[in-house]
């Protein structure tokens, strides 16, 4: 079964310093999305992006976050300014054109800010 | 505002042993259901998922779920469980029909801890 891919799997970071998430969706997908999950909360939804925009974000999804496909294969998520409280797993996922509701969803990327 | 609910945070069974795991959600229209599994050290991968038709939906490695809508409920069920189902297991529902956005909202998840 095709996958979603994850780099890299942990990421430990200085508090302030710029991290970038990445991540390749499967390839003939056409929706792409990042949740996160806080050690022992629920997975939150961060953003979901469609054609080259965000199509839906959060509350959590603020300036400090943003989302690109710089080349038609991977998916990234930047944080600008890391905060201590963005310490959580970050999962990316897709879906296709005509199974928008069936996410798959990447192994995680564990991210650790000091 | 949708929610999910999942009531049992730890379970844990013995080998054989039947499962439940109870979950609600709260939102007014129609929706999509799903139950994802974790497996320890791996990703998120779908379990089933019930979008309209049977309210008794089968999934895989012997899973099954019930939508009764009058309850908002969507419980996992699994008649004899194996150590290699110890795992952390998700309800997540989206809004269906022309709402939907792909979007899904989670429970805060059961761990499954099944002794041999």
């Known amino acids: 079964e095709p996958e979603v891919t994850q780099t890299p799997s942990h990421q430990v970071t200085q508090m302030g310093q710029e991290v970038i998430l990445r991540c390749v969706p499967i390839s003939n997908h056409l929706y792409f999305y990042w949740y996160r999950q806080i050690l022992g909360q629920k997975v939150e939804f961060l953003v979901s992006f469609y054609n080259n925009e965000i199509s839906e974000k959060s509350e959590i999804f603020d300036d400090q976050f943003s989302v690109e496909r710089p080349d038609g294969s991977n998916f990234t998520l930047k944080i600008r300014s890391t905060k201590l409280e963005d310490s959580a797993m970050y999962f990316c996922?897709?879906?296709?054109?005509?199974?928008?509701?069936?996410?798959?969803f990447g192994s995680g990327t564990q991210l650790s800010v000091l | 505002a949708q929610s999910v609910s999942q009531h049992n945070h730890h379970v844990i069974l013995s080998e054989a042993a039947s499962l439940e795991l109870g979950c609600n959600y709260s939102?007014?229209?129609?929706?999509?259901l799903f139950w994802y599994v974790q497996y320890p050290g791996q990703h998120l991968q779908l379990l089933l998922k019930?979008?309209?038709?049977?309210?008794l939906v089968k999934g895989i490695k012997g899973f099954e779920a019930e939508f009764i809508k009058s309850k908002f409920s969507f419980n996992l069920r699994k008649p004899s469980v194996q150590w290699s189902d110890t795992a952390e297991y998700f309800c997540?529902?989206?809004?269906?029909?022309?709402?939907?956005?792909?979007?899904?909202?989670f429970g805060q998840g059961t761990t499954l801890q099944v002794k041999p």
């Open positions: 997540a529902v989206n809004a269906g029909g022309s709402s939907n956005t792909g979007k899904l909202i």
């Open positions: 996922a897709s879906s296709g054109r005509t199974t928008r509701e069936k996410l798959f």
């Open positions: 939102y007014g229209g129609t929706v999509n």
């Open positions: 019930y979008f309209s038709g049977d309210p």
